[in-house]
Protein backbone atom coordinates (compact mmCIF):
# COMPACT_ATOMS: atom_id res chain seq x y z
CA UNK A 1 0.00 0.00 0.00
CA UNK A 2 1.76 3.34 -0.97
CA UNK A 3 1.11 6.32 1.34
CA UNK A 4 0.00 9.55 0.75
CA UNK A 5 2.44 12.42 -0.35
CA UNK A 6 2.73 15.35 2.50
CA UNK A 7 1.32 18.82 1.34
CA UNK A 8 4.05 21.47 1.34
CA UNK A 9 1.89 24.42 1.15
CA UNK A 10 2.57 28.21 1.50
CA UNK A 11 1.49 28.40 4.88
CA UNK A 12 3.29 24.94 6.11
CA UNK A 13 5.24 25.17 9.25
CA UNK A 14 3.83 28.50 10.50
CA UNK A 15 2.28 27.65 13.60
CA UNK A 16 4.39 29.92 15.76
CA UNK A 17 5.10 32.54 12.93
CA UNK A 18 1.42 33.51 11.94
CA UNK A 19 0.06 32.99 15.52
CA UNK A 20 -1.03 36.03 17.64
CA UNK A 21 -1.54 36.90 21.39
CA UNK A 22 -4.30 36.25 23.00
CA UNK A 23 -5.37 39.56 23.60
CA UNK A 24 -4.84 40.45 19.96
CA UNK A 25 -7.10 38.08 18.32
CA UNK A 26 -9.81 38.80 15.87
CA UNK A 27 -9.71 41.18 12.95
CA UNK A 28 -6.96 44.05 12.68
CA UNK A 29 -8.04 47.62 12.37
CA UNK A 30 -9.35 49.08 8.96
CA UNK A 31 -6.06 51.82 9.47
CA UNK A 32 -4.09 48.95 8.68
CA UNK A 33 -5.06 48.59 5.83
CA UNK A 34 -5.76 52.18 4.96
CA UNK A 35 -2.12 53.02 5.46
CA UNK A 36 -0.33 54.35 2.52
CA UNK A 37 3.48 54.40 1.92
CA UNK A 38 5.39 56.35 -0.66
CA UNK A 39 8.30 54.87 -3.04
CA UNK A 40 11.92 54.45 -1.37
CA UNK A 41 9.96 54.28 2.03
CA UNK A 42 11.39 51.89 4.36
CA UNK A 43 9.19 49.36 5.60
CA UNK A 44 8.98 45.79 7.60
CA UNK A 45 7.32 42.54 6.18
CA UNK A 46 4.74 41.83 9.63
CA UNK A 47 2.48 39.00 8.23
CA UNK A 48 -0.99 39.69 9.92
CA UNK A 49 -2.36 36.29 9.67
CA UNK A 50 -6.19 37.66 10.16
CA UNK A 51 -5.34 38.60 6.38
CA UNK A 52 -4.99 35.98 3.67
CA UNK A 53 -5.07 38.41 0.63
CA UNK A 54 -1.80 39.40 -0.62
CA UNK A 55 -0.01 37.38 2.52
CA UNK A 56 4.02 37.47 1.52
CA UNK A 57 6.26 34.26 1.94
CA UNK A 58 6.55 33.49 5.44
CA UNK A 59 10.19 33.64 4.89
CA UNK A 60 9.89 37.42 4.63
CA UNK A 61 8.32 37.57 8.13
CA UNK A 62 10.21 39.92 10.41
CA UNK A 63 12.65 41.34 7.25
CA UNK A 64 12.97 45.33 6.11
CA UNK A 65 13.33 46.60 3.09
CA UNK A 66 12.18 49.87 0.62
CA UNK A 67 8.90 50.23 -1.63
CA UNK A 68 10.35 49.90 -5.18
CA UNK A 69 6.64 50.61 -6.64
CA UNK A 70 2.66 50.91 -5.79
CA UNK A 71 1.29 47.27 -7.65
CA UNK A 72 -2.85 48.59 -7.71
CA UNK A 73 -3.50 48.28 -3.78
CA UNK A 74 0.00 46.39 -2.97
CA UNK A 75 3.43 47.29 -2.96
CA UNK A 76 6.29 45.59 -4.29
CA UNK A 77 9.15 45.84 -1.23
CA UNK A 78 12.81 45.24 -2.16
CA UNK A 79 13.61 42.86 0.45
CA UNK A 80 17.65 41.87 1.00
CA UNK A 81 17.93 37.54 1.33
CA UNK A 82 21.01 36.90 1.60
CA UNK A 83 23.22 37.95 -0.60
CA UNK A 84 20.32 38.35 -3.59
CA UNK A 85 17.69 41.31 -3.14
CA UNK A 86 14.20 40.18 -4.02
CA UNK A 87 11.03 41.82 -4.72
CA UNK A 88 7.88 40.97 -2.64
CA UNK A 89 4.09 41.83 -3.24
CA UNK A 90 2.32 42.56 0.04
CA UNK A 91 -1.05 44.71 0.79
CA UNK A 92 -0.26 47.19 3.35
CA UNK A 93 -1.57 45.20 6.06
CA UNK A 94 1.30 43.18 6.10
CA UNK A 95 3.77 46.39 5.78
CA UNK A 96 4.64 48.63 9.12
CA UNK A 97 6.88 51.83 9.05
CA UNK A 98 10.22 51.75 10.60
Known amino acids: MKMVRRSRGIRSKTRKILRRK ?3 RGLSPITRALQEFEEGEKVSVV ?5 HKGMPHRRYHGKTG ?3 EIRGNSYI ?3 KDGNT ?5 ARPEHLRKV
Open 77 to 79: VKV
Open 66 to 68: DIK
Open 47 to 51: IDPSV
Open 22 to 24: PRE
Open 85 to 89: TKDII
